[in-house]
């Protein structure tokens, strides 16, 4: 096969999913997330960064939105993919006090 014609189809595939979807960035900071709310479409994700030095573990309980991403490290990452319309208040299973409003176009 042509090499600038393989090169072609990988860049098309690696950029596909960059087209519709985003990634938004919250921070675990001080026990509180920043933003404390957030608007996203379907499809999007969202990542929890840990940016305190202890433990968080992100979760949510709502209908056709129920994730619990389990003890999350300090200075580590989590993900999760918001595929269906919906709001929802996720909180840390660690400390009650926080949260963050999402709402899912
Ligand atoms: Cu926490």
Redesign the pocket.
């Known amino acids: 096969m042509n090499i600038s014609y393989g090169v072609c189809i990988s860049l098309m595939l690696l950029s596909a999913p960059i087209a519709f979807a985003k990634e938004h960035v919250v921070s675990?900071k001080g026990?509180q997330f920043a933003p404390e709310e957030l608007t996203i479409s379907a499809g999007d994700t969202i990542v929890f960064k840990n940016d305190d030095d202890t433990s968080?573990?992100v979760f949510a309980t709502g209908e056709g939105s129920k994730f619990n991403l389990g003890i999350q490290k300090p200075a580590t990452e989590t993900r999760h993919d918001f595929t269906s319309p919906g709001e929802m208040t996720i909180r840390?299973a660690?400390?009650p006090k926080?949260k963050i409003k999402v709402v899912v176009k």
Do not use: A, G
């Open positions: 675990q026990k968080h573990n840390c660690i400390h926080m």
